[in-house]
Nanobody, 136 residues
């Protein structure tokens, strides 16, 4: 049974930092898209950052480029999201997700290799979410 469990959310002031963790169990796909997504009240879920697990290539939404960093520790089966320079508009429930590349639209490739699209949100496996609140 695949399980993704997020942790690390909380309340911070604008400009602060948080690191989210996602512990993954029961999932053995070597080549996958892993990602962090968020959903604010009244808004659609959006992709924040993705990583192609086989190569570690990361992609970011424009709104978080230069502030957030996605990473993975394969030995610990854990996905991370380092968030710096947090803004009130980053306030949302944050979810981690995994997709075994069985769905069209999740990934593409260029000269740099395969990468996962941040605009694709129909991942197969999801965690329960962790709340991030940024006050001004």
């Amino acid at each position: 049974q695949v399980q993704l469990v997020e942790s690390g959310g909380g309340s911070v002031q604008a400009g602060g930092s948080l690191t989210l963790s996602c512990a993954v169990s029961g999932y053995t796909e070597i080549s996958s898209c892993m990602g962090w997504f968020r959903q604010a009240p009244g808004k659609e879920r959006e992709g924040v950052a993705t990583i192609f697990s086989a190569s570690g290539r990361a992609e970011y939404a424009d709104s978080v480029k230069g502030r957030f960093t996605i990473s993975q520790d394969n030995a610990k089966n854990t996905l991370y999201l380092q968030m710096n320079g947090l803004k009130p508009e980053d306030t949302a429930m944050y979810y981690c997700a995994a997709d075994p590349l069985t769905r069209a639209g999740a990934y593409t490739w260029d000269r740099g290799g395969t990468y996962c699209l941040t605009g694709f949100t129909r991942y197969e496996y999801w965690g329960q979410g962790t709340q991030v609140t940024v006050s001004s």
